[in-house]
Structure formats: C-alpha cells, structure tokens
C-alpha cells in the first residue's frame, strides 16, 4: 500500500512569487492535514481538510490557503512567499474524525526555499 | 507549541543507557501520540495513548500516560544508534481532531 506522497521534494521561489505544493493520502483515508516545521519553530498546524471542507485552520495568514479534491489528494498554495516561508511542509492522512484514534500518517515533506 | 513542553530539548546518551523523554500539556488531553522524525523528514508513528495510567511498549520503547498530571513519558532501554533522530509528542488538546505538536527531543546516541 503506498503511503504518503508529496511532491515536489524541493522546491527554490523567490519572495513575491506562489507555491503550490501536493499531497496525495493514504488509499481510504478522507482526512488531509498540512503542518510546517520552519528551522527553530518546531511543527506548526496549517490546515485540516476532511471529505473536500476545511475543516480547521492554524494560526497563519490568509495568504496560506489549500484546497481538496473529490480524490481527497489536496494542495496547498502560499501566495506573495517571504523569506520565512522557507521551511519543511509536511503532509498527513488519517482515516477521519468519528474512525477512532487519530493516528496520522505523514509523508516525506516538500522543501520550500524562499530566495 | 507552548501548550505542549517536550524535556530534554536534546540529549545524547552512549550506546547501551536508558533514557526518559517527558511531554507535558498545559491542558486535558484527549489522546497522545508520540512519533520520531528523522532530520528533514516525515514523521513515523510510534505510539497512541488515550487513557490515564495506559502504558504502551514497541521493541525496547515504552511510552505511559499519567492522567492526571498531564504528561507523558517516553522510556528508551538499552539505546542504540538507530534511536537517534527527534521524538514529537503530539495531542489532540480540544477533541478537535487537530493534533498539535511539542518542540520535539532531539536524541543522539553514540556507539
């Protein structure tokens, strides 16, 4: 069973520019959620999607925003990127709230450099 | 994040010595999860606690949940090179279904 996927692996913008980056779940699983772990900041809640709604958002501004699809794969976009935009995004799945234990299930990450 | 505190920040300990990593909540916790990460990559599951009192063990890892305290402890027997890397505890602070990380405990362990 393939897990996690995320592309790409690294990714170099420049400020002002966009990023969108991917995720593809685990087979089954309708819940995606986006962290970023920026160096010295630990691993910080982006968003939560579940069965193509947001379901709940960290503290960040708008600018960071996503989408899910009807495969539950998502994306997530970073618009006007800053330099502290720089860091690791990382991807999990989980079979969704009302399943039991939420066990996440995360993906390799995309590396973002902001220049 | 403040309203999980992981201690040590990091810790290296020789080949062959235990050690105790702690994870403490400023709130109730509905579920703890511990996982590890090697440097710039995906975190691995490696436990779930959702009672107060459970204790859980994976090879020579054991994890316990105190309840009542709000924490967590993560207790590594005879350490081996391959335990290097970073253990998150994470928790589901508000049963919203979003788990929220510690600062992590970079762990370094040498032959």
């Known amino acids: 069973e393939a897990g996690v996927t995320q592309s790409p692996t690294h990714l170099i913008k420049t400020r002002g520019q966009q990023a969108t980056l991917r995720c593809s779940p685990i087979?089954?699983?309708?819940?995606v959620y986006w962290y970023q772990q920026a160096l010295g900041l630990g691993l910080q809640f982006l968003l939560w999607?579940?069965?193509?709604?947001?379901?709940n958002r960290g503290n960040f501004p708008p600018r960071f925003s996503g989408r899910q699809f009807p495969n539950y794969s998502s994306e997530l976009n970073v618009n006007a990127l800053e330099l502290e935009d720089s860091a690791l995004y990382l991807c999990a799945s989980s079979p969704g709230p009302g399943s039991g234990a939420n066990v996440l299930t995360f993906g390799a990450g995309s590396r973002l450099t902001v220049l | 994040s403040q309203e999980l505190e992981q201690s040590p920040q990091s810790l290296i300990v020789q080949e062959g010595k235990n050690l105790t990593i702690n994870c403490t909540s400023s709130k109730t916790l509905y579920g703890l999860y511990w996982y590890k990460q090697k440097y710039g990559e995906g975190l691995i599951f490696l436990m779930m606690?959702?009672?107060?009192?459970e204790e859980k063990s994976h090879e020579k890892i054991t994890a316990k949940l105190d309840e009542k305290k709000q924490q967590s402890s993560l207790h590594i027997t005879a350490s081996q090179p391959s335990h290097a890397g970073i253990y998150l505890c994470?928790?589901?602070?508000?049963?919203?279904?979003?788990?929220?990380f510690g600062s992590g405990t970079r762990l370094l362990v040498r032959p």
């Open positions: 087979s089954g699983h309708t819940s």
């Open positions: 606690l959702q009672k107060g009192g």
């Open positions: 999607y579940d069965e193509g709604e947001e379901r």
């Open positions: 994470g928790a589901d602070m508000d049963s919203s279904y979003k788990l929220i």
